[in-house]
């Protein structure tokens, strides 16, 4: 339905005349799928009126450094009268929701083009476009990981390799998935997850080969709110956990000693504090124990970053990583 209400917006944005017949036609049609007849005989003529509903539909999303819209119809239905019956109006609506398939197409495959003539070419230009997409996610806006119709474009031009401009290490938490919380599609991301977001070896040699032959720029370690994994490690206050979780424990260790339980403090906040820790820590421990990645954040081309998810409001919020090793972990 988007692209049925651009093509109409396009018409009703870039003109001040009063609607032809043929446009009149239109906002019956749009304004007939989405609600009733009644709003369909009191729909705005008045061009102000009309810039209004499309502000409130959203229509005007469009960055400004887009050219004026141009008057152009992309498609031109003929003159439309109310269907007569229940199956001539389904007719009508099947072929306007094939029309949109084929615009929504047409504009995934110009928006891979646009993605693949311009790399991410820097740890900067990587955040900006986690924090972009990420404000995407929040705001109930995500784009690039709701166009279905690009899969198979996608999957074309991913065929030869990959080139994902960054690395998410993160939560096996279900509640979190870094390709909708940074609004990304095939091969854009990264990912190594595990509970804790602690990477293991196997976990630190994936950060290398990604950032060492992929070219990721960026290392994100993503914690999130309310994990269960530093949970489980503050509430054993020690004792051994069973199973192979101690393994949780051996990776967070020392986590409890270094932040500790404020009186002032409720359990949730000293878990938030205990889970950015974590995030810290372990981006930390990569700094540490990859010598790869130490080379490449010293010649300016990666970067690593913590980050806590909050599952509540849905944004990432990136920390520093100070310079200095972690202490004990040489
Ligand atoms: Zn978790």
């Not at 944005?13 to 007849?37: D, F, I, Q, Y």
């Not at 306007?96 to 995934?108: H, S």
């Not at 999957?155 to 998410?168: C, E, M, N, T």
């Not at 409890?256 to 002032?264: A, M, V």
């Amino acid at each position: 339905m988007l692209s049925f209400l651009l093509t109409a917006g396009l018409c009703f944005v870039s003109t001040n005349e009063p609607p032809s017949h043929e446009e009149a036609t239109k906002v019956v049609v749009k304004e007939g799928t989405r609600t009733s007849s009644k709003a369909v005989k009191h729909s705005p003529a008045v061009p102000e009126e009309r810039a209004k509903t499309e502000k409130a539909e959203g229509a005007e999303e469009a960055p400004k450094t887009l050219p004026k819209p141009v008057r152009r119809v992309v498609r031109k239905p003929k003159p439309m009268h109310a269907p007569a019956t229940l199956a001539a109006s389904e007719a009508v609506q099947q072929r306007l929701m094939l029309d949109n398939v084929k615009l929504q197409q047409e504009v995934a495959q110009a928006q891979m083009r646009v993605l693949l003539e311009n790399p991410i070419l820097t740890p900067d230009a990587a955040l900006a476009e986690l924090v972009a997409g990420n404000k995407r996610f929040m705001d109930g806006k995500r784009v690039r990981s709701l166009m279905s119709n690009q899969d198979p474009a996608v999957r074309d031009s991913l065929i030869k390799g990959q080139a994902p401009f960054a690395v998410i290490i993160t939560c096996s938490d279900s509640r979190l998935s870094d390709n909708l919380i940074f609004d990304q599609g095939l091969g854009r991301l990264f990912t190594i997850r595990e509970a804790g977001n602690c990477p293991d070896i196997q976990g630190l040699a994936s950060v290398e080969y990604a950032v060492e032959h992929l070219g990721s720029k960026l290392v994100v370690v993503l914690g999130h709110t309310a994990c269960g994994a530093v949970k489980a490690v503050k509430e054993a206050h020690g004792k051994p956990m069973p199973g192979n979780l101690w393994s949780l424990q051996a990776a967070m260790a020392g986590i409890e000693t270094e932040i500790h339980e404020d009186p002032n403090e409720t359990p949730t906040e000293h878990l938030r504090r205990m889970e950015r820790g974590n995030a810290l820590r372990q981006a930390r421990i990569i700094m540490d124990r990859s010598e790869i990645v130490r080379h490449l954040v010293a010649a300016g081309k990666v970067k690593v970053l913590p980050a806590l998810y909050d599952l509540s409001t849905g944004r990432v919020t990136f920390m520093d990583l100070p310079a200095e090793a972690p202490a004990g972990h040489h």
